[in-house]
């Protein structure tokens, strides 16, 4: 399995996305914030592999402190969960796991550790969110297997795969898992412009799998839905909220419209980490806008010309009511959303 992110005694490994398909380079991080300018700069990204790295990076960053006391080492823990929340805003699961290294912390110093026991608490905690990471990924995929069709031709937007995750994957999890199955006949990636994870990442991820896969632009989509040569769509998602909301990668509303346009089964995959119960609907997830050069320059190519103004949000909002069903790791949530993502968290049995 395409190892992600790495914790080891020297610092956070991670294989630099940016680079790939044409190398696979990976980028070892030494300090809290050389992991906190991989998350924002792409090195590493993926709302999961996000949540990853910063619960890696807040471990690393108190491995090399100094502090001798827990008040003083409680307030440098602080400033780099503070760090690493001001990377990207949208992925919910980044959020999540800084609260859960908050968590861990408190545990520690309400029994009375010392800074050395906490940091191994700390190590420890960011690790086991990497494990669960994966595991949750295998589990959602089983999931997801059993709703696919026989010899499905499956269209995916974005990269929801290992690559997005501490391993497996989310969409790519449910598309593995019903390939081992047999069940997959092919899978068509969105190009997903303007920063090309479906072209240089999903692709990459499927053709290493010896997972049959076509590349298509996202304006190939409709037509490809039309001539009835799509049967299953799957994505990931970012943050869900509370009514069943979805941002994903910008262009992931526009599939999810045509899939409901020409009746083709539009699934989101995501562990629970990225259900944000605290957010009510779709218009209450801050929306990322990044460099307005990711669209007017491939590479070191203009595209577009000077003067033309740029808008370049991240990710975009699929309404629920488009949304035939969330899979997770304990089963597929249907709508009323508000209802069935809530018996998750309450520990209901696997959903179907």
């Known amino acids: 399995m395409l190892p992600t992110i790495e914790w080891q005694s020297d610092g956070v490994v991670m294989v630099d996305q940016r680079k790939l398909p044409a190398r696979e380079v990976y980028v070892r991080c030494r300090t809290a914030p050389e992991v906190a300018r991989a998350i924002k700069t792409m090195v590493i990204r993926g709302a999961p592999a996000i949540g990853v790295a910063a619960a890696m990076g807040i471990a690393l960053g108190m491995q090399r402190s100094k502090a001798k006391g827990t008040r003083a080492y409680t307030v440098e823990f602080n400033r780099i969960c503070d760090l690493m929340a001001a990377t990207r805003p949208t992925a919910v699961n980044l959020f999540w796991a800084i609260e859960r290294m908050k968590r861990a912390l408190a545990e520690g110093v309400q029994a009375g550790e010392s800074v050395d026991e906490l940091t191994a608490r700390l190590v420890a905690e960011a690790q086991r969110i990497h494990d669960e990471d994966v595991a949750n990924c295998?589990?959602?995929?089983?999931?997801?297997?059993?709703?696919?069709?026989?010899?499905?031709?499956?269209?995916?937007?974005?990269?929801?795969?290992?690559?997005?995750?501490?391993?497996?994957?989310?969409?790519?999890?449910?598309?593995?898992?019903?390939?081992?199955?047999?069940?997959?006949?092919?899978?068509?990636?969105?190009e997903t412009r303007p920063f090309l994870q479906g072209a240089r990442l999903t692709a990459w991820e499927l053709v290493r799998d010896e997972i049959p896969t076509t590349v298509i632009t996202e304006s190939m989509a409709g037509p490809l839905m039309r001539q009835q040569g799509i049967d299953f769509i799957v994505v990931g998602a970012d943050r869900i909220a509370a009514n069943g909301d979805v941002a994903n990668k910008v262009g992931t509303y526009t599939v999810a419209v045509l899939a409901r346009e020409h009746g083709i089964p539009f699934y989101?995959?995501?562990?629970?980490?990225?259900?944000?119960?605290?957010?009510?609907?779709?218009?209450?997830?801050?929306?990322?806008?990044?460099?307005?050069?990711?669209?007017?320059?491939?590479?070191?190519?203009?595209?577009?010309?000077?003067?033309?103004?740029?808008?370049?949000p991240a990710f975009d909002v699929t309404p629920a009511a488009l949304v035939t069903g969330i899979i997770t790791e304990r089963g597929i949530a249907r709508a009323p959303y508000t209802d069935s993502l809530r018996q998750l968290f309450e520990g209901a049995p696997a959903l179907a």
């Open 138 to 190: 295998r589990a959602l995929g089983a999931h997801g297997a059993v709703v696919v069709p026989d010899g499905a031709r499956i269209l995916t937007h974005c990269n929801a795969g290992a690559l997005a995750t501490a391993g497996y994957g989310t969409a790519l999890g449910v598309i593995r898992a019903a390939a081992e199955r047999g069940k997959v006949a092919q899978v068509y990636a969105d």
């Open 268 to 312: 989101v995959a995501a562990p629970l980490s990225t259900i944000d119960l605290g957010t009510p609907d779709g218009s209450h997830i801050p929306i990322e806008q990044r460099d307005a050069r990711e669209v007017s320059h491939l590479g070191s190519v203009q595209l577009a010309p000077d003067g033309a103004g740029i808008w370049n």
